[in-house]
C-alpha cells in the first residue's frame, strides 16, 4: 500500500491537475451539524436511500415531497404507532413508489430510531457520534439493527446524511485492490477490517476528511 500523496497525484492527473481535483472535493459538515439534525431528517434520508436502492434516482427524487406528505413528515415517533393499516393503504398510494417491503422499512426504521433515541436522548446523536475510525462497526449495527440498511444502501446513508465516511463504490474498491489492501470486492468482515484500517492509516497520514480520501481514490482510477 503506497502513500497516499502518490493516490493523490493519480487522482490530480486524471483530473486535469491538483486544483481541478480539489475542486471536486465537497466540504464534509462538522460532526455537530450532524448531530443536531432531528431524528425526522434521519429516518427521511434512510428512507430515500432505501427507496433509491435498484430504482432510478431521479423519479426518487422527483417525487420526494409526496414521500414527505404520505410518511408524515417522517416522524419516528408517529410512524412507529401508526397502525398496519396505515402502511397497506400506502401500497395504492400514487404520491411514493409502491414497493412493499421498502415501505414496511421505513416503519421498521422508525422503531429502530425511537429505541434509539429512548437509550441515547437522540439517535442523531449517538448515530452522528460514532467515530469515522470504525465506520464498519457503524454500517454492521445499522444492517443488523436497521431494516434494509445493509451493503452500500448504509454507506450511501451516512453519506448523504453528512457523515464523514466512505464508499466502497465500483472505483473505490477498484482503487484499493490496486493499493493491495483487497484481493476482491469486500464483503467478509476480515476485507471490511483491512478496508477499515486502510483508511484509517491514510488519514492519519493526510488529516483528510474519510470522505476526501474516498472520492481521492475515486478519482485515481478515472
Known amino acids: 500500500m503506497r502513500h497516499f500523496a502518490e493516490i493523490e497525484t493519480l487522482a490530480a492527473n486524471n483530473k486535469g491537475g491538483e486544483a481541478a481535483m480539489q475542486a471536486l ?3 464534509v459538515p462538522e460532526q455537530a451539524e450532524v448531530t443536531a439534525l432531528g431524528d425526522d431528517r434521519w429516518l427521511a434520508n434512510f428512507a430515500r436511500c432505501v ?3 435498484g430504482f432510478n434516482w431521479k423519479v426518487i427524487e422527483k417525487k420526494w415531497p409526496g414521500f414527505e406528505e404520505a410518511f408524515h413528515g417522517f416522524n419516528p415517533n408517529f410512524l412507529a404507532m401508526l397502525p398496519d393499516e396505515e ?8 404520491r411514493i413508489v409502491r414497493h412493499g417491503a421498502k415501505i414496511m422499512s421505513v416503519r421498521d426504521n422508525a422503531i429502530w430510531l425511537v429505541e434509539l ?3 441515547h436522548g437522540t439517535a442523531a446523536k449517538f ?6 475510525s470504525d465506520q464498519i462497526g457503524l454500517l454492521d449495527l445499522m444492517k443488523k439493527q436497521g431494516s434494509r440498511l445493509g451493503g452500500n444502501t448504509g454507506q450511501y446513508a451516512l453519506r448523504f446524511i453528512g457523515k464523514d465516511g466512505f464508499i466502497l ?9 490496486r493499493e493491495g489492501v483487497v484481493a476482491k470486492i ?7 477490517a483491512a478496508v477499515q484500517d486502510a483508511f484509517n492509516q491514510w488519514h492519519e497520514e ?7 480520501l474516498s472520492r481521492i481514490l475515486a478519482m485515481s482510477v478515472g
Request: net charge negative; charged share 20%.
Open 87 to 94: 402502511y397497506e393503504a400506502l401500497l395504492t398510494d400514487t
Open 186 to 192: 469486500p464483503s467478509s468482515k476480515k476485507d471490511m
Open 127 to 132: 448515530l452522528g457520534d460514532w467515530l469515522a
Open 206 to 212: 493526510t488529516g483528510r476528511p474519510y470522505t476526501h
Open 25 to 27: 472535493l465537497q466540504p
Open 169 to 177: 463504490s465500483a472505483d473505490v474498491t477498484t482503487a484499493l485492490m
Open 51 to 53: 427507496f433509491n436502492s
Open 117 to 119: 433515541a429512548r437509550e
